[in-house]
């Protein structure tokens, strides 16, 4: 599978935006699909996943009610709606995929986009 992150940018505290994460390739791999970010100087961090039926969602604390996952299954894509954005969001989020779901267990996905960065500037 490969997936293939874009939507990041640079975006003002309070504003929004919408991350994609299109897979090709084994798409029987992507029954699981969620987001990671990468802060300055920290560890990769969950942030949200989403099953191929659209549920369980599940979120990191300090994004729930900010950010929502979602998917369109036909274009076996994933995406990740960030609202009220905060200085302290900003880092490179990257998806992943797997077959089985592992909430957010970071070794049950087995594959992993690029990244994209994003900058939310006060």
């Known amino acids: 599978v490969q997936l293939q992150a874009s939507g990041g940018g640079l975006v003002m505290s309070g504003g929004s935006l919408r991350l994609s994460c299109a897979a090709s390739?084994?798409?029987?791999?992507?029954?699981?699909m969620g987001w990671w970010r990468r802060r300055p100087g920290k560890e990769r961090e969950f942030v949200g996943a989403?099953?191929?039926?659209?549920?369980?969602?599940l979120y990191e604390d300090s994004v729930t009610g900010r950010f929502t996952v979602s998917r369109d299954n036909a274009k076996h894509t994933v995406y990740l709606q960030m609202n009220n954005l905060k200085v302290e969001d900003s880092a490179v989020y990257y998806c992943?995929?797997?077959?089985?779901?592992?909430?957010?267990?970071?070794?049950?996905?087995?594959?992993w986009g690029q990244g994209t960065q994003v900058t939310v500037s006060s």
């Open positions: 390739g084994r798409t029987e791999d992507t029954y699981a």
């Open positions: 989403i099953t191929y039926s659209g549920g369980p969602w």
């Open positions: 992943a995929c797997g077959s089985r779901w592992s909430g957010s267990h970071p070794g049950g996905y087995d594959y």
